[in-house]
């Protein structure tokens, strides 16, 4: 009878390891993936400043073009290509930094191609209407690897808040993590002003 209650204590506590070294696996899987998943997104970031690196110096090309403009995004690109995170560091905090910088950047970029409007010899240049088109390609594999960012983490995070896996999160440090969130400023809709 002894016998039979220490052998029930055993396979209890072996089912409780199983449990904990499969709870805990699977919290390192998918901590893996929301790190692929940031990756992918910085690549497309870096994909994007290199772009406007080049586009930027097809610009100068174009002596009378507007130096401000040209130094807003070049300041613009190194701000935002300065801020690095590590999947480790997906704060709220963070991300805003992270998606301020980007913020700016989308801004300085825009007036740089709405100035391109002035400028006929400019727009029909071969270069600059790849780089544009490239630009646009890349913007829209941002917004995909911003979506499945925000996809792997909330998967992540509702692994890690769960019960009764919160309870192995919690011994071994697995911490939530924050989403790609819109800027304020993407809340309002535009102002477009036509000057005639």
Do not use: H
């Not at 029930?8 to 696996?25: A, E, R, T, W």
């Not at 919290?27 to 990756?39: I, Q, S, Y």
């Not at 400028?119 to 088109?133: G, R, S, V």
């Not at 819109?182 to 000057?195: L, T």
């Amino acid at each position: 009878m002894k016998r039979l209650g220490t052998l029930g204590i055993v396979g209890l506590l072996l089912l409780f390891g199983m449990y904990g070294c499969n709870s805990y696996n699977g919290l390192v899987e998918k901590d893996n993936n929301v790190e692929k998943l940031w990756a992918n997104v910085q690549t497309q970031y870096q994909r994007r400043a290199d772009l406007i690196e080049n586009l930027v110096k097809t610009v100068q090309g174009a002596a009378d073009f507007e130096r401000g403009t040209l130094t807003d995004v070049i300041e613009a690109r190194s701000k935002a290509t300065s801020i690095q995170l590590t999947a480790d560091e997906l704060t709220p905090e963070n991300m805003q930094k992270f998606q301020a910088a980007q913020d700016q950047l989308s801004g300085a970029l825009s007036r740089l191609l709405v100035a391109v409007e002035r400028y006929p010899d400019l727009k029909a240049n071969q270069n600059f209407l790849e780089l544009q088109a490239q630009l646009e390609g890349t913007e829209n594999r941002i917004a995909v690897a911003r979506n499945d960012f925000n996809t792997g983490v909330g998967d992540y995070n509702l692994a890690v808040r769960t019960f009764p896996r919160n309870i192995m999160a919690n011994i071994f440090g697995f911490d939530k993590k924050a989403f790609f969130e819109a800027s304020a400023e993407a809340q309002n809709a535009p102002d477009v002003k036509f000057d005639f």
